[in-house]
Nanobody, 122 residues
Framework: HVQLVESGGGSVQAGGSLTLSCEGSGHANRANCLGWFRQVPGKKREGVAALYTATDRTYYAASVNGRFTISKDNAKNTLYLQMNSLKPEDTAMYYC????????????????WGQGTQVTVS
């Protein structure tokens, strides 16, 4: 089993930056398809960024490409989402997700999810 715990959310002004963290435990090292998703109440959950650690291939939603960066610190078993040039439309609950291959990229299909961390941009 894999446990994921997000942190780093908060409130920031437009144009600012935040870094989200997602610490994995359990058998997290086997789940090397990793992703960040976000959801606004009343809307469908949206894939934001994804990483396949075996190849370092990354995927980004068009809405965040060039502003967000997904990365992982293997020593800390922690996934990050660096968010720059934040916009009010980035306001959402952000979730990290993981699963073993095959990797679904930005699509749903992940097995393990964190509890979420709120990001509010004003």
């Amino acid at each position: 089993h894999v446990q994921l715990v997000e942190s780093g959310g908060g409130s920031v002004q437009a144009g600012g930056s935040l870094t989200l963290s997602c610490e994995g435990s359990g058998h997290a090292n086997r789940a090397n398809c990793l992703g960040w998703f976000r959801q606004v109440p009343g809307k469908k959950r949206e894939g934001v960024a994804a990483l396949y650690t075996a190849t370092d291939r990354t995927y980004y939603a068009a809405s965040v490409n060039g502003r967000f960066t997904i990365s992982k610190d293997n020593a800390k078993n922690t996934l990050y989402l660096q968010m720059n040039s934040l916009k009010p439309e980035d306001t959402a609950m952000y979730y990290c997700a993981a699963r073993p291959p095959p990797c679904p990229g930005l699509r749903s299909g992940y097995n393990y999810w964190g509890q979420g961390t709120q990001v509010t941009v004003s």
